[in-house]
């Protein structure tokens, strides 16, 4: 069974930086992509920043150059590095994973159970 467990969320000052952790755990053939979403209170659900399995990354309007997402393919793990913060970026934070169980097979998509950001203005 597959499971994405998030960490990292919490409370910081506007222009501070937070680190958030996703680990895919189960079995699985590979991990095609992995990113995070965001969702702000009374928002929709948002992609903040996506990265495939070679590393090659694409990020929302509002996070580039202040957010860097990388990946570990050994570990099954993505990050996030969020530096300059805003009180736009508070949200809960979700990592998402495309994954497949087989190379001749479409993914399926995963999700954390969510991590909450509070950027205090």
């Known amino acids: 069974q597959v499971q994405l467990v998030e960490s990292g969320g919490g409370l910081v000052q506007t222009g501070g930086s937070l680190r958030l952790s996703c680990h895919a755990t189960g079995s699985m053939f590979n991990i095609a992509a992995m990113g995070w979403y965001r969702q702000a209170p009374g928002k929709q659900r948002e992609l903040v920043a996506i990265?495939?399995?070679?590393?090659?990354?694409n990020y929302a309007d509002p996070v580039k150059g202040r957010f860097t997402i990388s990946r570990d393919n050994d570990t099954n793990t993505v990050d996030l590095q969020m530096n300059s913060l805003k009180f736009a970026d508070t949200g809960v934070y979700y990592c998402?994973?495309?994954?497949?169980?087989?190379?001749?097979?479409?993914?399926?998509?995963?999700w954390g159970q969510g991590t909450t950001v509070t950027v205090s203005s």
């Open positions: 998402n994973a495309l994954i497949k169980f087989a190379s001749f097979r479409p993914g399926r998509d995963y």
């Open positions: 990265i495939n399995s070679r590393g090659s990354a």
